[in-house]
């Protein structure tokens, strides 16, 4: 019934969406995408998969930058749209380079260790970011510095595994060192790198 006084809960969600969303979405569908490709290359051993996964990163960066233009130049700021797009960069930023990385051997046990942590770094980050936004930016219209880094600098670790990809440096052409059980890939310390600088309290840097 249209007078139901429930009713407008059903369709407060939809109605919540703005234009900002959609990019939000184009994002992660980059992100998901880039992840089912890593899956794929996995199975295929076929380079354009894996360069075209990480080549989905810097499009996911474009639509995080524009879904937040759109929302301040629209003034549709909501709790809806960040949700969005934290849940949004987990996947682009943070699953999708782990599954990238993988793909391209990282697969020792501590190489497995570390992708999670970093992962987690990125999960931990954009809740702590979501619960003090507000303060941050001090009445402002957005935050006026970043604690730790963003998580959407992980491009420069997919952009390293592609030139690697691309100048045949991933796989068996991996170095690795034998650590107890397991075996860790130097190239995973980047991953450990970023992720440390994610949940750092300390470093601040400066919103554009």
């Not at 949004?88 to 699953?95: L, N, Q, Y």
């Not at 697969?107 to 260790?113: A, L, N």
């Not at 009445?139 to 595994?161: C, D, H, M, N, Q």
Request: net charge positive.
């Amino acid at each position: 019934m249209s007078g139901d006084p429930q009713q407008p809960r059903h369709f407060s969600m939809i109605r919540g969406f703005h234009l900002a969303d959609a990019f939000t979405l184009a994002n992660a569908a980059c992100g998901m995408t880039a992840v089912l490709l890593a899956m794929k290359y996995v199975g295929s051993g076929t380079l354009a998969d894996f360069l075209l996964a990480a080549a989905l990163a810097p499009a996911a960066l474009l639509f995080d930058v524009l879904d937040g233009r759109v929302a301040r130049h629209f003034g549709t700021h909501s709790a809806l749209g960040r949700e969005l797009d934290s849940l949004a960069d987990v996947i682009s930023f943070g699953v999708a380079p782990a599954a990238l990385a993988y793909a391209a051997g990282l697969r020792g046990g501590w190489d497995v260790v570390v992708l999670i942590f970093f992962v987690c770094c990125g999960v931990s980050r954009l809740a702590r970011y979501n619960v003090t936004a507000e303060a941050l930016a001090g009445g402002a219209a957005k935050v006026r510095y970043f604690e730790g880094t963003p998580i959407p600098t992980s491009v420069v670790l997919t952009a390293l595994l592609a030139w690697g990809a691309y100048d045949a440096k991933i796989g068996a052409a991996l170095a690795a060192w034998k650590i107890g059980p397991w075996e860790l890939h130097p190239w995973v310390l980047a991953f450990a790198l970023s992720g440390t600088l994610m949940i750092s309290k300390t470093l601040r840097i400066p919103k554009i």
